[in-house]
């Protein structure tokens, strides 16, 4: 039974993560932050076993992996945990620009950090980093969270170079619009002309992403590391 790591588990795609892994038979740690109750619930329905931990807070991360390190070494990781915010370029703040990128940027280091030294040491594991399409073409009135998500990208390919003689493969996803509450903000015109701009003319599910995850994470991926997997419906071509 592989040991998989899903971080902001609680909700959207990290949520449709956890029950694809779990459905295949994987021991699952659902991280949360504030979804306490959310998290629970998916864990009671898939036998996965609910983490707290700010992916952002060294501290706290540390705490999850003591945790998790009582069941053994992980196999897989997925940083999916995020945020995200519309905002013109001008009117973000300081503050604005410092949580995009303690989330969705140094929460990825600090939990792939905290995991990493038992893989590199066991010679194998999979990590798979969440990022977006922003973060692949730029999204306007998203700058932080676009620039944070190329980061994410940046990172994936680098270390796919430094790990790869050590047996981990490091990929990433990069959804297109996905129907989660990253998205509630959305109106049904918003959502029909995105729809009208995909080739495959629907809004992504996060099953369609957690199933991309989860290739990434199987063995018919072995000889894939340091990519960006668009899962967009065709939006970025
Ligand atoms: P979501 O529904 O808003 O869920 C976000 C998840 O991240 C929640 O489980 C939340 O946990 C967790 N999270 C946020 N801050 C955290 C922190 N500091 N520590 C730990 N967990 C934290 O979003 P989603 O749409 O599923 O997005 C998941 C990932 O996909 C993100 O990285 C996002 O950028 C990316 N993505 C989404 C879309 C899309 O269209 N939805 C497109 C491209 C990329 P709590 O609720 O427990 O705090």
Known sequence: MRNVLITGASRGIGAACAREFARNGDRVFINYNSSKAAAKKIATETGAIPVKADVSN???????????????????????????????????????WDNMFSVNVKGMYLVTHAFVGDMIAAKRGKIINVSSMWGVTGGSCEVHYSASKAAVTGFTKALAKE??????????VAPGV?????????GNDDLDALKNETPLMRIGTPEDVAKTVFFLASKNSEFITGQVLNVDGGMVI
């Open 163 to 172: 790990l790869g003689p050590s047996g981990i493969n490091v990929n990433c």
């Open 178 to 186: 996905i129907d989660t509450d990253m998205n509630a903000h959305l």
């Open 58 to 96: 060294f501290d706290e991360v540390n705490k999850m992996r003591e945790i998790i390190g009582g069941y053994g070494r992980l196999d897989v990781l997925v940083n999916n945990a995020g945020i995200s915010q519309i905002k013109m370029f001008t009117d973000i703040t300081e503050s604005d």
